[in-house]
Protein backbone atom coordinates (compact mmCIF):
# COMPACT_ATOMS: atom_id res chain seq x y z
CA UNK A 1 0.00 0.00 0.00
CA UNK A 2 1.51 3.35 -1.09
CA UNK A 3 0.19 6.77 0.33
CA UNK A 4 1.12 10.71 0.18
CA UNK A 5 2.23 9.57 3.69
CA UNK A 6 4.30 6.69 3.57
CA UNK A 7 4.81 3.20 0.96
CA UNK A 8 5.31 -0.19 2.47
CA UNK A 9 7.98 -1.97 1.58
CA UNK A 10 8.86 -5.64 1.36
CA UNK A 11 11.55 -8.47 1.29
CA UNK A 12 11.04 -12.34 1.19
CA UNK A 13 12.56 -13.73 4.08
CA UNK A 14 14.81 -16.59 3.26
CA UNK A 15 13.84 -19.91 5.96
CA UNK A 16 14.80 -23.03 6.97
CA UNK A 17 15.36 -25.58 9.58
CA UNK A 18 18.31 -22.77 10.89
CA UNK A 19 15.54 -20.11 11.25
CA UNK A 20 14.94 -17.03 8.78
CA UNK A 21 17.02 -14.39 7.47
CA UNK A 22 15.57 -10.74 5.89
CA UNK A 23 17.89 -8.76 3.45
CA UNK A 24 17.54 -5.04 2.93
CA UNK A 25 19.53 -3.39 0.46
CA UNK A 26 19.69 0.10 -0.99
CA UNK A 27 18.13 0.58 -4.27
CA UNK A 28 16.96 -3.09 -4.70
CA UNK A 29 14.53 -2.58 -1.78
CA UNK A 30 15.06 0.67 -0.03
CA UNK A 31 14.51 3.38 -2.75
CA UNK A 32 17.78 5.95 -0.99
CA UNK A 33 21.20 5.53 -0.30
CA UNK A 34 21.46 4.63 2.97
CA UNK A 35 23.88 7.01 4.96
CA UNK A 36 22.50 5.86 8.46
CA UNK A 37 21.73 3.05 10.64
CA UNK A 38 20.52 3.38 14.25
CA UNK A 39 17.69 1.39 16.46
CA UNK A 40 15.73 2.15 19.29
CA UNK A 41 15.21 -0.71 21.82
CA UNK A 42 14.53 -0.90 25.89
CA UNK A 43 11.76 1.70 25.01
CA UNK A 44 9.16 1.69 28.41
CA UNK A 45 5.64 2.20 28.03
CA UNK A 46 4.22 5.30 27.84
CA UNK A 47 7.49 6.75 26.30
CA UNK A 48 7.00 7.82 22.71
CA UNK A 49 9.90 7.91 20.26
CA UNK A 50 10.34 10.51 17.04
CA UNK A 51 7.29 13.23 17.72
CA UNK A 52 9.46 14.87 15.12
CA UNK A 53 9.69 15.28 11.05
CA UNK A 54 12.70 15.71 8.85
CA UNK A 55 13.02 18.94 5.85
CA UNK A 56 14.90 16.13 3.67
CA UNK A 57 15.45 12.73 5.34
CA UNK A 58 14.23 10.08 4.18
CA UNK A 59 13.69 6.73 6.12
CA UNK A 60 12.12 3.14 6.63
CA UNK A 61 11.65 1.65 9.59
CA UNK A 62 11.75 -2.09 10.74
CA UNK A 63 10.57 -4.01 13.59
CA UNK A 64 13.43 -6.22 13.91
CA UNK A 65 12.05 -8.32 17.00
CA UNK A 66 8.25 -6.93 18.72
CA UNK A 67 6.21 -4.18 18.06
CA UNK A 68 5.78 -0.48 17.95
CA UNK A 69 2.71 1.71 16.89
CA UNK A 70 3.63 3.92 13.99
CA UNK A 71 1.21 7.36 13.67
CA UNK A 72 2.30 9.49 10.48
CA UNK A 73 0.85 12.76 9.91
CA UNK A 74 1.17 15.57 7.17
CA UNK A 75 -1.00 18.70 8.17
CA UNK A 76 -3.77 17.13 5.61
CA UNK A 77 -3.91 13.20 6.43
CA UNK A 78 -2.85 10.52 9.37
CA UNK A 79 -1.99 6.86 9.25
CA UNK A 80 -1.55 4.42 12.17
CA UNK A 81 0.58 1.09 11.41
CA UNK A 82 1.31 -1.90 13.64
CA UNK A 83 5.43 -2.34 12.99
CA UNK A 84 5.91 -5.81 13.59
CA UNK A 85 7.07 -7.89 10.92
CA UNK A 86 11.24 -8.13 10.52
CA UNK A 87 10.34 -9.00 6.15
CA UNK A 88 8.17 -5.26 6.10
CA UNK A 89 9.37 -1.82 6.55
CA UNK A 90 7.16 1.28 6.32
CA UNK A 91 9.20 3.96 4.22
CA UNK A 92 8.56 7.65 5.15
CA UNK A 93 9.50 10.62 3.10
CA UNK A 94 10.80 13.95 4.19
CA UNK A 95 7.91 16.25 5.97
CA UNK A 96 5.97 13.73 7.43
CA UNK A 97 5.47 14.03 10.98
CA UNK A 98 5.88 10.73 13.08
CA UNK A 99 5.63 9.43 16.09
CA UNK A 100 6.72 5.99 17.53
CA UNK A 101 4.44 4.59 20.81
CA UNK A 102 3.17 1.07 22.44
CA UNK A 103 6.68 -0.50 22.44
CA UNK A 104 6.06 -4.46 23.41
CA UNK A 105 8.75 -5.44 25.82
CA UNK A 106 11.76 -6.68 23.69
CA UNK A 107 10.93 -4.30 20.83
CA UNK A 108 13.77 -3.22 18.33
CA UNK A 109 13.07 -0.53 16.01
CA UNK A 110 15.63 -0.44 12.88
CA UNK A 111 15.75 3.35 10.69
CA UNK A 112 17.09 3.23 7.52
CA UNK A 113 18.09 6.62 6.85
CA UNK A 114 19.15 8.54 4.07
CA UNK A 115 21.25 11.36 5.60
CA UNK A 116 23.93 11.61 8.20
CA UNK A 117 22.57 13.18 11.71
CA UNK A 118 21.80 16.70 10.95
CA UNK A 119 20.27 18.35 13.54
CA UNK A 120 18.82 21.93 11.49
CA UNK A 121 17.57 19.17 9.40
CA UNK A 122 14.52 18.00 12.49
CA UNK A 123 11.45 20.22 13.05
CA UNK A 124 10.70 19.20 16.54
CA UNK A 125 7.51 21.48 16.91
CA UNK A 126 4.57 20.46 15.46
CA UNK A 127 3.12 23.84 14.96
CA UNK A 128 6.33 24.77 12.97
CA UNK A 129 6.34 21.85 11.19
CA UNK A 130 2.36 22.26 10.29
CA UNK A 131 3.57 26.15 9.28
CA UNK A 132 6.24 24.87 6.74
CA UNK A 133 4.24 22.30 5.67
CA UNK A 134 1.35 24.63 4.28
CA UNK A 135 3.88 26.60 2.80
CA UNK A 136 4.96 23.91 0.51
Sequence with gaps: MST?????????????????????????HVPYRI?????????????HRGDHAH?????TLIALAGAADLALEDGRQQHRLRLDNPSEGIYVPPM??????????????LCLASLPYDETDYIRDKQIFLKEKSAQ
Design 96 to 109: VWTDLHNFTAGAVI
Design 55 to 59: RRLER
Design 35 to 47: ARTYFMYEVPNPI
Design 4 to 28: DLYRRLSVKPFSDSRGALCVWEQDR
